[in-house]
């Protein structure tokens, strides 16, 4: 039987990665990015107007896009890919709208054509996900996920 120990649960609790780009304490409310005008508060960042007197900073979305440091890369990739780019960068725009509606710091950092297909690099993990999956949802086809814990970022590979 292994008794539990203070250490082990400290342990235990630790996250298995550290995101550079969240906050390392709570932020003060509200707070406003300078870049592209999302609100924190309530916890979290959200499309609203700007509040009198609020505080100034990069939201974790505009810092990404700043540093050229994606967390989602969203591989598309087969012959399907060529044939069909309109309309799969039709269905990419359209994740990408409904997710950033809800949520301003899931946002497409580029698409960029790469051997014959697309990759799509995003500011979120989730993004890269919903991505991939509507993708693998109207065209079937071959969807992977890799995490990579060293970086904290998601790679996800679909191929037809």
Not at 43 to 52: S, V
Not at 63 to 84: M, Q, T, W, Y
Not at 135 to 156: C, F, K, M, P, Q
Request: proline share 4%; hydrophobic share 35%; glycine share 8%.
């Amino acid at each position: 039987m292994v008794e539990w120990t203070g250490r082990m649960r400290d342990r235990l609790n630790q996250p298995r990665f550290h995101d550079t780009y969240k906050a390392k304490e709570k932020l003060p409310e509200p707070t406003v990015c300078d870049e592209c005008g999302a609100v924190f508060h309530k916890g979290r960042w959200q499309w609203a107007e700007r509040p009198e007197g609020a505080h100034t900073m990069l939201c974790p979305a505009c810092a990404r896009i700043r540093d050229k440091c994606p967390a989602g890369f969203v591989n598309l990739r087969g012959s399907f890919v060529a044939e069909h780019r309109d309309d799969i960068l039709g269905l990419v725009r359209n994740v990408e709208q409904r997710e950033q509606g809800e949520h301003p710091i899931e946002r497409i950092m580029a698409i960029e054509d790469e051997d014959g297909g697309l990759l799509v690099t995003t500011t979120e993990m989730h993004l890269a996900t919903a991505i991939g999956t509507a993708v693998h949802h109207a065209y079937h086809g071959t969807l992977e996920s890799r995490h990579a814990d060293a970086d904290n970022t998601l790679h996800i590979a679909w191929e037809r």
